[in-house]
Every structure is written in structure tokens, then in C-alpha cells.
């Protein structure tokens, strides 16, 4: 593998921060040269026996350098938040593969159901985004290659996007202290073209999708005792919630997003749609991380539906 | 150890010295002279130097293959936690405040001893009991939660002696804290007449601001770790998720203590700069006032900006760029003081001897350890290098490049105040560049290695890292020697060295107007003040 992953271009945004990266850089080695310079030439100059006329230092340097080295690093700190505010925004359509961190492996599920131990599939030049969670202590989920990493927190949904461009193995690695085998919690991120990726993804064998899965559980767990589109009982609609603004009965208006949904499987008195009463029973403890993400892809694939949400609407 | 003040003067029979009045272990133990303290506190932290350097130095021969060679993933783990937790709270941060701060800020100002001497022995014993804890933590088996003890991997998940080790630190916290009180009111208090705040040298200064970040610091601190103990021993749920408690609570108390500790490290580091700089270069420091509000507008503005520490740790992105715009503004004064060291040999007459060199090595190696500071205040930098060696080579510029050279600077440059005793300056040169040396080669690789993407904290790693990782542990043999060579030409110079006299370096604080070493209560008569400090150019 090459050693100098600095330059392998394997995305647009690692190219961005590898631009940053090498002016900071060389702006670093000019202040640094310049520095080591006037030690070295004042020492020498005004070594104690070098008769050679001396005068103070002006005064007014110090009213032009606090200014400037001020506007310097305004300027920098302009130019490197700039850049990152462009990456603040998920990005739209992207591909949710779930990662599910613990002492000290990477599971990872395809979007398909595929399953993967420490190893990341993902075409390239569509926006992939990671959602990702931990069983355990807190991990944080490295990709060198694209200069992006993001801790994974237990209980809680952490994202990491991007857009690869150039196909090839890359390291995946743990970056936050995670306990004994932390060294060893590494594994590939493998990019394929488009392609390539479909092909690999139908060889994997034939497994549900992560939706037919989560229906599955939704049913099994009892969910659609309550929201399913033949209850009797007073419950939140659930069909196409996910990315729906929310009305709370606290007067809060909170997007349905995936934290959102784990939140209110976990800990429903924490967040009562406005009209309900808050009789939902947690599942904290039945639910594990893995059919968490089966369960929010299932609600997640209900967003195109519209025929069960005939009887589940408030009566 | 006394008859080399004999030689020199010859009018006093027996010149009292704070060494001989008294050689009993009592008059050590039950001391409430702040030079005797100093000196307790010298031993205490010289000793976990070494313990702390012997656990770096099997670390780094232990990277030498990526996929190690004689430790297992727990031992490893256990040793970079205990480099780190000694490091940090039994070396770095009571360095040179507790040393050179107790022995001669007092002394600079022309006070007999600190505000509350009692407090200051008292201070010590809690330190001691505080490493007794740390001690136990080590022999029964040690640690592994790396030295920032994040949650839940510490109050749930981590064996080994958690509880001893946050305990060993929280006692030692109070030692900061009554250190910190004692040495504020001291400046307050007992500075000598004449000796007005625009005239305090600014090496008070420099603990003046590190007493006030410790006082203001460390409680949080030991809030922090109270509740790791409360979690990990009683069960009460503070972090830990699954009871509705939250993480990252830990690391915003962690850091808002860890962030301004840096300052606590590195401000007295700078003091000892600027005093150095200025003796050896025959001239004021240039630009004083701005020195002092520099140094004063590190330790407030320090306190604002912990959160750069947690860009990745899903904090919003709007507290993203907060924190990392607070961060570009802690680093304006930080580039001033660099600027205003340079300016100040401009125009001098200097004269390289070691506390110099020490001295210089600080200046470049803080230029490189702040500048790459800015590389970590960016988001976009940082996201890709924290938890890599960048960081690790970051703060090890401005730790040990920056605190530790200072701590070297001052070494070499109170040694004659202090024991009576001149060194081999050749020899003491000789460590001083060998040091730099060192420190460049373990440490500047780490910065590639970083940015190509090495996590810290690997005790395996994928073999495109070895040539760095060799060069580095290449330059920790230099660094160890360089460290180790003191340890022989000091001791060697309290027995053969020549006599200093008063004033070797011809310097011009008040600590340089007392014999050497100085006796009990410093100064035979009281001082006045009637000039500036670094009143070097009509000397």
C-alpha cells in the first residue's frame, strides 16, 4: 500500500484538506525559518565581544506585528471554517450504511442487508453517508484516506458522509482509546465503481433487505400492535415520519431523523407527539443496536407509502 | 557543601545557608522555609521524571516493529497511561511552579518566605500523599484509560486500579490549589518596597497567571474525577448512557480543567524564558507590558476554549467553530511573546552559555508546537489529525520542547543560586543541544505520521508506519541520554564544583543580591526597589 496516502486524491474533500493542510504548511515553515534566522544571525551579530553598534529594537513593531499576526490568523481561521461549512449539511439521497461500533470490532450492514465485520463496501462517486452507533465505550471511526473521522458514541447516532472518487482499499481504524485491543480494531474500507459495487452487492448471497428485516421486527416486537394501520389504539402515525418535522407536546418541533426515532424507541417519554398521551412502553434493553438499524430502516422505507396511513391518523 | 561560601567570604565565619541550619530529617520534614520546600518538591517530581521517562522509553522501543516485540496489548496500554498520568500531574504540572516558583518568587520580590509557609509544607505532604495513590495504582497492575480517563470506558469498561489513579490525582490537585492560593497572596502581600506590579520581574508574573488558572482549574478537575469514582465504585449513574447519563459531560469538565492545564505547564516556562533571555543578552526584555498582558490574556482566554479538544466528539458544529475561533485568538498573544524574545536579543551582547541554549531551544520549539496549533484550531485540519501523532507531536513540542526546556532553562540557570555550586558549562551545553537533538528526531517524524493517518494509542499498526516510527524511537535514545546527562554533572558540581558566589551571571533580579546559597530568610536586610527588572544596559 502506498505509504504516502497524502496524495491519493481519493476524494474531493481530502483533496481540499490536503490544500489547507500543505499552505499551513509552508506558511508554518517561512514564520519558523524567519525565527530560527534572527536567533541565529542576532547571535552571531551580537555576540558579547563583536564590537558593532547597537541600537533598541523600534517600538513600532510591536504596533504592526500584534495587528498582523491578529489578521493572519483571523484569515485562517476564515478560510479553514469556509471550508468546512460546506460539509456541515448531510448530504441528500446518499447511501445509509449502518456501522455498529463495540470492543473491538466494526459491524457493519449494508443497505441491502448484507453483513460485513470490519470492512466497508461503498461505490464511489455517490454520496455514501455512515450512521453509525456503539454497543459499548466510545470508538471513533477513522478513514484516513478521506480525512474524515467521527467518534461513535454508545446510545447515541453519529453520521460520517462522503464521496469517494477513486476506487481502492483503504485502512479503516479506530482513533478513540477504546480499551485492550483498541490497536486492533481496524479493518478496510474497500471503494468499488458503481459497477463493481451492485455486482459484489447481489453476490453476497441472498439476504432481506434491512427494511423487509425491520418489518419483520416491527411486527415481532409488537409495534404494529399500536402503529400498525389496523390498531385501535391512539398512536403516532408512522408512515413517512422520517424527515417529517414533528410537533412535541412540549412546543418543541424536532426532524424525525434517525436519533430521533432510536430516542423514541428507547426512551418514549422523553419526546410525546403533541395529541398523545405518553403510554408507550421503552425498549431500551430489548432492542439491540442491530435491530435498531433494521427498525429505522423499516421506518425509513415507509416514506414513499401512503396507503397505511389511512387508519392510523388521529381520530 | 558550605566551605565553598568560605572561600569567598572570607568575613563571615560560618555563613548561615538555608542547607545548614539544621541537617536533621526533621528539619527537612517539619521545614517551613520555601527553599527547603522547593527542594522536596525538586526530589519528589525528579523521581517521577524518571519513572515516568522509563515507561515512555519501553513504549517507543516497543514501536520499533508494528507488530510488537515484547509487551502485551495491556502492558502497553498500561505503560502510555502511566507516562502520561505521571507526566502530566506529577511532573509537568507542578514543575516548575512548586521548584523554581517556591524557591525563588518569593526571593524576586524580596520577600523572608511565601504568605503561608505552613501551607506551602502542608502542600507538599498532600502531593506526597497524592503519588502514594499513584504509586499503589502502579504496582497493583496500573491502568489502562489513557491519562484523559475518558467515560464510559473508565467508570464501566476499564480493569485495573481506575479508582487509585483518579484518586492519587484529585489529592494532588489540592496541592495546586494551596500552592496556587499561597503564591497569589504572596505577590499580593510581601513584595518588598518599591516593588510595584510594573516592576515585578516576569518570571512572578508568569506564576502569578499559572496560580490563577490553578486555582480556578483544578476544582473541576477534581469534580471530574470524584464523579468517576462516584460512577465506577458506587454505581451512580453520571456518564453512562444506558442510565441517561451522557459521555460527553465527561470530556467538557476533563478539558475545561486539561486545556488551561497546558497553560499551567507552559506560562511559568515562558517566565523562565523571558528572565534568561534577558541575562544573556545583557538587555530589558523588550516590550514588558505587553509580556504581562500577554501572559494574563493566556490564562483567561485558555479557560474558553477546551472544546477544540471535542471537534470530532459530536459536539454541534456551530460549538465547532466557536471553539475554534477562540482557539485562533488564544494563539495572538502566545505569537506575540515569541516575537517580543527574538526582538529582545537584537541589539544585546549575548553570550551562549547553557541556560541560554535551553533558553533558545524553547523559543523554536514553542514557534513549531504553537504554529501547529493552528493546524488543530482548524476544524477541517483537525477532524483528519485528532487522535493521530500529529496531535501527539503537537502537544509534546510545546510540553516538553516548550515546558521542559524551560524547566531545563531554569535548572541551569538557578543551579549557582541555589547549591552554591558552578557546573561544566561545556558539559551542560553539550546536554542542551543533545536534548534538542533528540527532541527533533522522536518527535518532528511524528508530525508525517500523523497526517499519513497513524492513530495515537497503537500498540499494533499497519507497517507503512515504521520508518517513522523507527526514526522516532531512534531519537527517544538521544532524548533519555540527554536527560540522563544532567543527573551526572549536577550531582557532580555539589561536591566539585566551583563556588558561585553571589551573582555568577552578573543578573540583576533580587535573587541574584543574597549569598548562594541563600540563607534562611533570604536577605540579611530588607530590600528596596527603585528600578525596572532587566536593568541590564546601565549595569
Not at chain 1, 547597537?54 to 491578529?70: L, N, Q, S
Not at chain 1, 415481532?220 to 385501535?232: A, D, E, F, M
Not at chain 2, 483544578?218 to 469514582?229: D, F, G, Q, R, Y
Not at chain 2, 528596596?528 to 532587566?534: K, L, R, T
Request: with cysteine; hydrophobic share 50%.
Amino acid at each position: 500500500m502506498n505509504p504516502f496516502v497524502y496524495f491519493s486524491r481519493v476524494s474531493n474533500e481530502a483533496i481540499a484538506v490536503d490544500h489547507i493542510f500543505f499552505a499551513l504548511t509552508a506558511l508554518s515553515i517561512v514564520i519558523v525559518g524567519v525565527v530560527f534566522l534572527l536567533l541565529l544571525v542576532f547571535s552571531v551579530r551580537f555576540r558579547a565581544d563583536n564590537p558593532v553598534h547597537r541600537r533598541k529594537p523600534p517600538r513600532i513593531f510591536e504596533y504592526i506585528w500584534t495587528p498582523a499576526t491578529f489578521f493572519l490568523f483571523l484569515f485562517i481561521f476564515w478560510w479553514a471554517a469556509a471550508n468546512q461549512l460546506g460539509a456541515l449539511d448531510h448530504p441528500k439521497d446518499s447511501l445509509d450504511i449502518h456501522v455498529v461500533a463495540k470492543q473491538w470490532m466494526w459491524k457493519v450492514e449494508q443497505p441491502n442487508g448484507v453483513r460485513e465485520i470490519d470492512e466497508i463496501h461503498a461505490p464511489i462517486e455517490t454520496p455514501v453517508r455512515l450512521v453509525m452507533t456503539s454497543q459499548d465505550v466510545i470508538h471513533s471511526l477513522f478513514l484516513p484516506a478521506l480525512r474524515i473521522k467521527q467518534d461513535v458514541l454508545p446510545d447515541r447516532i453519529t453520521y460520517l458522509w462522503f464521496t469517494a472518487q477513486k476506487p481502492g482499499i483503504y485502512h479503516l481504524l479506530c482513533a478513540e482509546f477504546c480499551g485492550t485491543e483498541h490497536s486492533r480494531m481496524t479493518g478496510r474500507l474497500v471503494l468499488m465503481t458503481q459497477p463493481d459495487y451492485a455486482r459484489w452487492s447481489r453476490s453476497q448471497g441472498p439476504s432481506r433487505g434491512l427494511a423487509a428485516q425491520g418489518e419483520k421486527l416491527f411486527r415481532s416486537l409488537g409495534c404494529s400492535g399500536c402503529h400498525g394501520p389496523n390498531s385501535s389504539v391512539h398512536a403516532p402515525d408512522l408512515a413517512g415520519v422520517y424527515g417529517r418535522e414533528v410537533h412535541l407536546s412540549d412546543g418543541r418541533v424536532v426532524t424525525a431523523d434517525e436519533a430521533y426515532l432510536r430516542d423514541s424507541i428507547l426512551k418514549p417519554g422523553s419526546a410525546i407527539v403533541a395529541g398523545y398521551k405518553p403510554e408507550m412502553p421503552s425498549f431500551a434493553g430489548t432492542v439491540g443496536e442491530d435491530d435498531m438499524v433494521k427498525l429505522i430502516a423499516y421506518l425509513k422505507s415507509l416514506a414513499g407509502h401512503t396507503t397505511i396511513n389511512q387508519q392510523g391518523e388521529r381520530r | 557543601m558550605t566551605d565553598a561560601i568560605l572561600d569567598r567570604l572570607p568575613q563571615a565565619k560560618q555563613p548561615q545557608t538555608y542547607l545548614n541550619e539544621g541537617y536533621t530529617l526533621s528539619s527537612w520534614l517539619l521545614t517551613t522555609d520555601h527553599k527547603r520546600v522547593a527542594i522536596l518538591y525538586a526530589l519528589s517530581i525528579t523521581f517521577f521524571f524518571f519513572i515516568g521517562g522509563a515507561a515512555i522509553s519501553l513504549v517507543r522501543l516497543e514501536l520499533i516493529s508494528p507488530n510488537g516485540m515484547m509487551l502485551t496489548d495491556e502492558q502497553y496500554n498500561r505503560l502510555f497511561t502511566l507516562h502520561g498520568i505521571i507526566m502530566v500531574w506529577f511532573f509537568l504540572v507542578p514543575s516548575i511552579p512548586t521548584t523554581f516558583g517556591n524557591f525563588l518568587m518569593p526571593m524576586m520580590i524580596g520577600a523572608k518566605d511565601v504568605a503561608f509557609p505552613r501551607l506551602n509544607i502542608m502542600s507538599w505532604y498532600i502531593f506526597v500523599i497524592g503519588a502514594l495513590f499513584t504509586i499503589y495504582a502502579l504496582i497493583a497492575g496500573g491502568v489502562d484509560t489513557g491519562w484523559t480517563f475518558y467515560t464510559p470506558l473508565s467508570t464501566l469498561y476499564a480493569n485495573g486500579s481506575v479508582i487509585a489513579a483518579a484518586a492519587g490525582v484529585f489529592v494532588a490537585g489540592f496541592s495546586s490549589i494551596a500552592t496556587g492560593i499561597n503564591f497569589i497572596a504572596t505577590v499580593h502581600l510581601q513584595r518588598a518596597p518599591g516593588m510595584h506590579w510594573k516592576r515585578l520581574p516576569l518570571f512572578v508574573w508568569s506564576i502569578y497567571a499559572t496560580s490563577i488558572v490553578m486555582i480556578l482549574a483544578t476544582p473541576v478537575l477534581a469534580m471530574s474525577l470524584l464523579m468517576i469514582v462516584a460512577e465506577r465504585w458506587l454505581g451512580m449513574p453520571i456518564f453512562n448512557p444506558a442510565n441517561g447519563g451522557d459521555p460527553l459531560l465527561f470530556q467538557h469538565l476533563f478539558w475545561f480543567y486539561s486545556h488551561p492545564a497546558v497553560y499551567i505547564m507552559v506560562l511559568p516556562a515562558m517566565g523562565v524564558v523571558s528572565e534568561v533571555l534577558a541575562c544573556f543578552a545583557r538587555k530589558a526584555v523588550f516590550g514588558y507590558t505587553a509580556m504581562v498582558i500577554s501572559l494574563m490574556s493566556i490564562a483567561v482566554v485558555g479557560f474558553l476554549v477546551w472544546g477544540h479538544h471535542m471537534f470530532v466528539s459530536g459536539q454541534s458544529q456551530f460549538a465547532n467553530l466557536v471553539f475554534s475561533f477562540l482557539s485562533f485568538i488564544v494563539a495572538v498573544p502566545s505569537a506575540i511573546k515569541v516575537f517580543n524574545w527574538t526582538a529582545t536579543l537584537y541589539g544585546g551582547r549575548i553570550t551562549l552559555k547553557a541556560p541560554m541554549l535551553y533558553a533558545m531551544s524553547f523559543i523554536g520549539l514553542f514557534t513549531i508546537g504553537g504554529l501547529t496549533g493552528l493546524f488543530l484550531a482548524s476544524v477541517p485540519i483537525d477532524i483528519h489529525v485528532t487522535d493521530t501523532y500529529f496531535v501527539v507531536a503537537h502537544f509534546h513540542f510545546i510540553m516538553v520542547g516548550g515546558a521542559v526546556s524551560g524547566f531545563f532553562a531554569a535548572l541551569h540557570f538557578w543551579w549557582p543560586k541555589i547549591t552554591g555550586r558552578m557546573y561544566p558549562d561545556n558539559w551542560a551545553r553539550i546536554g542542551a543541544m543533545t536534548t534538542f537533538l533528540g527532541f527533533i528526531v522522536t518527535f518532528m517524524p511524528q508530525f508525517f505520521m500523523g497526517y499519513a493517518g497513524m492513530p495515537r494509542r497503537y500498540h499494533v499498526y499497519p507497517e507503512q508506519f515504521q520508518a517513522y516510527n523507527v526514526v522516532s524511537s531512534v531519537g527517544a535514545v538521544i532524548l533519555a541520554v540527554a536527560y540522563l546527562l544532567p543527573l551526572f554533572y549536577l550531582t557532580w558540581s555539589l561536591r566539585y564544583g566551583k563556588p558561585a558566589g553571589r551573582n555568577p551571571w552578573d543578573a540583576t533580579g533580587l535573587e541574584w543580591q543574597t549569598t548562594s546559597p541563600p540563607p534562611k530568610e533570604n536577605f540579611d536586610r530588607q530590600l528596596v526597589v527603585s528600578a525596572a527588572p532587566y536593568d541590564y544596559e546601565n549595569t
